[in-house]
């Protein structure tokens, strides 16, 4: 069973660009969360898809954006990037996105490194 | 805002020395709750989790965590940690209902010879 495939593995961009990052969850996986990762800051929530719609939201401005298509794969998207912006990006994946089950976890990809020079 | 706290920024210990990594929370009600960790160069994975029942939770690789519910705590345990336990450590909390994980800062493990 293929797990959470993210791409690019690696990105450059510059300041006022922007970016679209791709993550394709396992198979079956309906709920997609994304989380941003610096060092000293851990990962902190960025959103989360379910069915196509955002669930959740973390505390990022609107620059940060996303989606979720009908096959549950999902995109990010930054727009006019600061060099604040550079991180680890992670996409996990998980059955239904909710604690109330006991199997419920989440699976990480490895991310896209995202540098903004 | 609910917050999860990991008390050790880096740990540095010698290869058979025992570990505990220190998680505390803040909500009151039910949580499920996760310790993930990160080797070098790879992608986060579930040590272990807890989510009802027996508060000693057994994980892979020798890893165990304690859930007290009244110290609001989810410390990570390993009576002797090898060279290959170097990485990052984070715990992790879901709250109830359509909650998002929410994740500590992390503490980096580094082990020695």
């Known amino acids: 069973k293929a797990g959470v495939t993210q791409t690019p593995r690696y990105l450059i961009k510059t300041r006022g660009q922007q970016v679209t990052l791709s993550c394709s969850p396992i198979?079956?996986?309906?709920?997609v969360s994304w989380y941003q990762q610096t060092p000293g800051q851990g990962l902190q929530f960025l959103f989360e898809y379910f069915s196509e719609t955002q669930r959740n939201k973390g505390n990022f401005p609107g620059r940060f954006s996303g989606r979720q298509f009908s096959n549950s794969r999902s995109e990010m998207n930054v727009s006019t990037l600061e060099l604040g912006d550079s991180a680890l990006y992670l996409c996990?994946?998980?059955?239904?996105?909710?604690?109330?089950?006991?199997?419920?976890?989440?699976?990480f990809g490895s991310g896209t490194q995202l540098s903004v020079l | 805002a609910q917050s999860v706290s990991q008390h050790n920024h880096h740990v540095i210990l010698s290869e058979a020395a025992s570990l505990e990594l220190g998680c505390n929370y803040s909500?009151?009600?039910?949580?499920?709750l996760f310790w993930y960790v990160q080797y070098p160069g790879q992608h986060l994975q579930l040590l272990l989790k807890y989510f009802s029942g027996d508060p000693l939770v057994k994980g892979i690789k020798g890893f165990e965590a304690e859930f007290i519910k009244s110290k609001f705590s989810f410390n990570l345990r390993k009576p002797s940690v090898q060279w290959s336990d170097t990485a990052e450590y984070f715990c992790a909390v879901w709250l109830e209902g359509n909650t998002p994980l929410v994740f500590g800062k992390g503490t980096r493990l580094s082990v020695i010879a």
């Open positions: 198979s079956g996986h309906r709920s």
């Open positions: 909500y009151g009600g039910t949580v499920n």
């Open positions: 996990a994946s998980s059955l239904e996105g909710t604690r109330e089950k006991a199997n419920e976890k989440l699976f």
